[in-house]
């Protein structure tokens, strides 16, 4: 199946580093766009980072440009957020989508029809 599984979160203190996963089958990783998100509680989700390798694009929200870094190897069947320098304010579930769609908005979470089901980052003061 279509499944997308995050691993990687927990806990860390400001400043320090975290690296996410997303198993994904390669068929998703080669032709889909793919993206991070993220959503704290009573706050609406949130798009932190896209890439679409055919298309040689990546897409990062401003609050995390120049800590963050998207990435992807097929054949681990994995894709990635690099999450460094890490803020209390980067805690959240962090959920990884697939977009299959013609249309792409990169960082738009009603344009991504896979999805799944999250992994905890929480940073500590």
């Known amino acids: 199946q279509e499944q997308l599984v995050e691993s990687g979160g927990g806990s860390v203190q400001a400043g320090g580093s975290l690296k996410l996963s997303c198993s994904a089958p390669e068929h998703i990783l080669r032709s889909c766009k793919m993206a991070w998100f993220r959503q704290a509680p009573g706050k609406e989700r949130e798009g932190v980072a896209s890439?679409?390798?055919?298309?040689?694009?990546?897409y990062y929200v401003d609050s995390v440009k120049g800590r963050f870094t998207i990435s992807q190897d097929n054949a681990k069947n994995t894709l990635y957020l690099q999450m460094n320098s890490v803020k209390p304010e980067d805690t959240a579930m962090y959920y990884c989508?697939?977009?299959?769609?013609?249309?792409?908005?990169?960082?738009?979470?009603?344009?991504?029809?896979?999805w799944g089901q999250g992994t905890q980052v929480t940073v500590s003061s």
């Open positions: 989508a697939a977009n299959s769609r013609s249309r792409y908005m990169p960082l738009d979470p009603k344009e991504y029809n896979y």
């Open positions: 890439i679409f390798t055919a298309g040689g694009g990546t």
